[in-house]
Every structure is written in structure tokens, then in C-alpha cells.
């Protein structure tokens, strides 16, 4: 049958390179999404998982993206094109020095939340 795990990421970054990071994450979530799914439906596949950017109105030096989990259960197509598509991401961040990220599980069929990998420091590579 399959198991469900959510998978969720946030990036964060200053805010005049987000826009250019979603531009990527999007490329990247695109491309893995396409290799099982027509281009029509994925993109609006990535659409509805990557987020817009967010900037805090309060503090504005950061600016958040989150992408939000496929909904696919393990081992089928979507979510394996989720986690193709974030480790392209991870990668990516950590050539990006001024983005921090956390990639998350949580829910699902066993309903334990805990952190995956991480960088959290700007500059300093902390991924386990």
C-alpha cells in the first residue's frame, strides 16, 4: 500500500536573493516533477508546493521559502521527484552563502515530527 511521511522545507535568505533561489527551486522541482508527469500538470504541481517568498514585515532582512510535501506516499513517483528535487536544492543552498535551510519530517502514518538535515548557519555547512 505505502507509507506517508511529510517531507517539508524552509530556506531562508537574504531577501534580494530569493527571488532568484525560488526561480531555481522551481527549476529543479520542475524537472523531476516532468520526468513522470506531463509539463501541464507538472508545473502546477511545483506551483502549489513551492511557496512565494515571504518577507518578514517586521524584521525584513530575511525572506523565507517553504516547500510543502508532495502528499505522495513513499516510493511512488511524486514523492520520490519531491526528494530528488530537495537534495538539488540542499545542494544548491549550500553553494549559496547567504541561505540557511531545514528540511523536515512530520505526520504521515507514524506521526513523529523531527529534523532530517540542516544548515543553519550562513556560511558554516552543519548537514549531518
Known sequence: MGHINYRVMIVTC??????GLRDQFFK???DEFSRDIDDDRAAL???KI??????APVN????????APSGSKEGWAPAE?????TRKIEEHCEKTPGAIWALFSM??????????RRRYSRG???AP
Open 81 to 85: 521527484a519531491w526528494k530528488r528535487a
Open 28 to 30: 529543479f522541482m520542475f
Open 107 to 116: 505526520g504521515g502514518d507514524d506521526d513523529e515530527i523531527g529534523m532530517i
Open 50 to 55: 513551492l511557496s512565494k517568498v515571504f518577507v
Open 14 to 19: 537574504p531577501p534580494d536573493e530569493a527571488e
Open 124 to 126: 558554516e555547512d552543519s
Open 60 to 67: 525584513g532582512d530575511n525572506a523565507l521559502i517553504f516547500i
Open 45 to 47: 504541481m511545483t506551483e
